[in-house]
């Protein structure tokens, strides 16, 4: 959306969401290793309960992520969510935010993992954090 220059409307975080699983179904059924992204499907939820009214009434993407979830488990693969320490300069190419605000959202997407239970491992975004994330991956 950001590159496109487009607004955010009621049910884009839904087709958002759906897309993303969408794509991880075929990984998962193609046997992979790990799925690293940048954008779990879980920030659909975080995002839509801020900005999409469809999430906040109905849900949509929890109850999609919740199904993918099971498909990850029923495929033998295990859910993992990380968070990065912010720890680089800030590049605002490809965002809607400025610096202040995308750390006032680590703020409460923090307390998101927490309000709703979720178990995530916090991973400073250093030099090596691609190993540092594979090497976690690894040993779990």
Known sequence: WVWEKRELKPGDQTYICAKQLR????YILNNLD?????SPALLSTFYGNKYDIYEREFSPCAKIIE?????????????????????KKY???????????????DDEMLSFLKEYNIKFKYIECGENVLED?????KSR
Do not use: M, W
């Not at 794509?23 to 075929?26: D, V």
């Not at 590049?91 to 959202?105: I, L, Q, V, Y």
């Not at 994330?133 to 991956?137: A, Q, R, W």
């Open 23 to 26: 794509t991880e179904r075929i």
């Open 34 to 38: 790990f799925i690293v992204t940048d």
């Open 67 to 87: 199904g993918q979830h099971q498909f990850c488990k029923d495929h033998g693969y295990k859910v993992e969510h990380i968070f990065l320490k912010r720890t």
């Open 91 to 105: 590049n605002p190419s490809g965002r809607n935010e400025d610096e202040e605000t995308a750390k006032k959202f």
């Open 133 to 137: 994330i594979l090497s976690y991956l």
